[in-house]
Every structure is written in structure tokens, then in C-alpha cells.
């Protein structure tokens, strides 16, 4: 697992306080850019469970955030980005969704979530690997 999603992980799993799937995935980005913590809970608070209506995952949008944070905004990369998540599910980025084929398929919310937080956080590290950001 990479570190990044290693450290979205330690935030999803954090009891005293909770992290949405956009904060869980932007937050370990920020703060290796310099942005302290509770600015990025601020920042990504409005798009945790898909801008809270269930539309574009909080996950992939956290992701996004942390390319931008890098740079990041060319829509060749970004396309790259929504292209590599939507490959592994069916073509899918809506929260309620992606949260609708984990229920069919007998996934717990929580943990199926999680996974998604750890998954773009990978994503957006491989990227800006690949860019020569990190």
C-alpha cells in the first residue's frame, strides 16, 4: 500500500474524529505540500459522500484535489486520472453508484468505502510520481 493511502487509512480509522472520504484522501496530500491538516478538512469538507448528494465520489474528487494541489490540471492527466478509477469500476464515478453495486455485491459501506479512499489516494500518488511531483 502506498503511504499516502496508508495515511488515509489511519484518518477513515480515526474514532476521536471523522474524515470524510474527500478529506481521508486529500489531507496526507496537503500536509506533504505544506497545507496543515484542519485547511484541508475545511477545504474538501463539502464532498465527502459525492458533494453530499451522491454524485462524483468524495474519493475521486479528493484525488483530484491532491493533483491540484500538486499542479495538476491538465485534462489529458486528469482525463488519465478519471480513466484508471473508472476502468476498475464499471465505468462508474458517483457515490451512489459505486455504493449501489457494493450493496448488491454484499460490501459493508464503511469498509468498501475505505477501500475507495485507499485506492484513489494510490492513484493520485502513482500520478504524480509518474509527473515527477513526489
Request: glycine share 10%; aromatic share 6%.
Amino acid at each position: 500500500m502506498s503511504s499516502f493511502a496508508e495515511k488515509s487509512q489511519i484518518l477513515r480509522d480515526c474514532a476521536e474524529r471523522h474524515y470524510n472520504c474527500a478529506q481521508a484522501v486529500v489531507i496526507p496530500f496537503a500536509e506533504n505540500a505544506g497545507i496543515n491538516a484542519e485547511t484541508a478538512m475545511k477545504f474538501a469538507a463539502g464532498f465527502g459522500g459525492g458533494m453530499r448528494r451522491g454524485s462524483v465520489c468524495g474519493a475521486v474528487t479528493g484525488g483530484l484535489m491532491a493533483l491540484g494541489l500538486y499542479g495538476i490540471d491538465d485534462p489529458a492527466t486528469l482525463g488519465e486520472y478519471h480513466r484508471r478509477f473508472k476502468e476498475k469500476h464499471d465505468d462508474l464515478l458517483d457515490c451512489s453508484e459505486l455504493l449501489r453495486v457494493g450493496a448488491e455485491a454484499g460490501l459493508p459501506k464503511k469498509p468498501y468505502c475505505d477501500a475507495l479512499v485507499r485506492e484513489c489516494a494510490a492513484l493520485a500518488e502513482e500520478i504524480l510520481k509518474e509527473k515527477q511531483k513526489l
